[in-house]
């Protein structure tokens, strides 16, 4: 019989690839969707009519049990979270309920309804802020520097803490940042590419941007929802880092991506101390041998390219609305 999974996130970047990578595997795809006011299924349009969706809420635990209940998933990957690092100083409650409780409300869900469901928690690299070793691996100490980070400290250790509990498969994957063209577009990443498409196409002027010294570990989504999976399919629970092991800074990325479109980002790119930060990590680098040994995970896209298939799926996007204005 196929193999069911469950996955909260489901709209986003992450639950989208995996999603996709799930029915290429011939599961049964359930979806935790949110109540809307406007329903925004970008990332899934192309797969909506595959996946079973059930409203639901990681703040309310009778809408999980529900959720679990009906869809009775060999698998749980929960990806649902406020994940954007900026706003979590701006709104800290919500990213500790959402980012943190969540986690153990759809913990509880599992444990109540389907116990021996295995339980894949999206852990952060953020948890390592303020570096105590470089590069960082599973048992790196964590020292979170956004209410973000410690929103998912929390997660981690609840993950960790039900396993111990209850003897559950549950698993915490640490990812590294990765991107893709389905990327949010007040991500770094994304918010760059999506500007040197814009302003290549005539629609936009310049590019304001915070730290471009910054730098981050950054892989390709695509890649890192393999991770997620595989760590699912292992004898014994677990948890991974997950990363390319390269750092790359902002100024790195700007270059790259206006480079593609023929344009030199220093005639565009004005720092505005609006996207600077209150606190930053020091340098997040991964080291995934553990990942890499056990699960025989690897990486298939390089940064370069990366930016570059972001920069023409912007180029893509943006024309549909040059040809209107036009
Ligand atoms: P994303 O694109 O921001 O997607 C977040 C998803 O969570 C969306 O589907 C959103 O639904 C849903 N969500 C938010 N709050 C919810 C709630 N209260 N109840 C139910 N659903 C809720 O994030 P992503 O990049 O795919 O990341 C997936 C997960 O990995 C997140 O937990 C993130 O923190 C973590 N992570 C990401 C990275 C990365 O570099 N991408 C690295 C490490 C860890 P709506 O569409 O309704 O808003
Ligand atoms: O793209 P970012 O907003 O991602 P950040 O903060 O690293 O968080 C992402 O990765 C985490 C994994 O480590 C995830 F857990 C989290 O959910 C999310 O997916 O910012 C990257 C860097 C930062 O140092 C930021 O200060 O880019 C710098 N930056 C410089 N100018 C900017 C900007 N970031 C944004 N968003 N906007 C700017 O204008």
Redesign the pocket.
């Known amino acids: 019989m196929n193999k069911k999974a469950l996955i909260t996130g489901i709209t986003g970047q992450d639950g989208s690839y995996l999603a996709e990578l799930l029915l290429e595997k011939g599961y049964k795809v359930y979806g935790l969707r949110r109540r809307t006011s406007i329903p925004i299924l970008e990332n899934i349009e192309h797969i909506q009519d595959e996946i079973e969706f059930v409203e639901g809420d990681l703040l309310d635990l009778g809408s999980l049990i529900n959720a679990v209940n009906i869809s009775q998933p060999d698998e749980v990957y929960n990806l649902a ?1 406020q ?4 706003t979590s100083w701006d709104q800290p409650v919500l990213t500790g309920l959402q980012t943190g409780i969540g986690v153990t409300n759809i913990l509880e869900a599992v444990r109540m309804v389907k116990p021996d469901a295995r339980f894949y928690q ?5 948890m390592f802020g303020k570096v105590v070793e470089t590069p960082q691996r599973e048992t790196t100490p964590f020292y979170p520097r ?1 209410p ?2 410690v929103a ?1 400290v929390y997660g981690h250790w609840i993950t960790v803490n039900y396993r111990e509990s209850y003897n559950m498969y549950a698993c915490s994957g640490i ?5 893709s063209p389905r ?1 949010g577009v ?7 590419t999506n500007a040197a498409a814009r302003i290549k196409l005539g629609l936009q002027k310049e ?6 010294d ?4 950054w892989g390709f989504a695509g890649d890192y929802v393999k991770a997620m999976w595989l760590m699912l399919q292992q004898d014994k629970a677990d948890d991974y880092v997950i990363s390319t092991g390269e750092l790359h800074s ?1 100024q790195e990325l700007v270059e790259i991506a206006f480079g593609h479109v023929g344009l030199n980002w220093r005639d565009y790119v004005v720092v ?1 101390p609006k ?3 209150p606190a ?2 020091d340098l ?1 680098l991964g080291n995934c041998s553990k990942a890499k040994m056990r699960l025989g995970w690897q990486l298939e896209v390089g940064f370069s390219e990366l930016v570059e298939m972001m920069v023409e799926s912007d180029l893509q996007r943006n024309s549909r609305f040059s040809k209107v204005l036009i």
Do not use: I, P, W
């Not at 994940?83 to 900026?86: A, K, Q, R, T």
């Not at 590019?207 to 471009?212: C, Q």
């Open positions: 979270a994940s954007f690092v900026g999206a852990s952060s690299s953020e956004s973000y980070g998912k990812l590294f940042n990765h991107e990327r007040e991500f770094v990443t994304r918010k760059v590019l304001r941007m915070g730290n471009l910054a730098q981050r570990d902002v505005d996207f600077v930060r930053e990590v997040l």
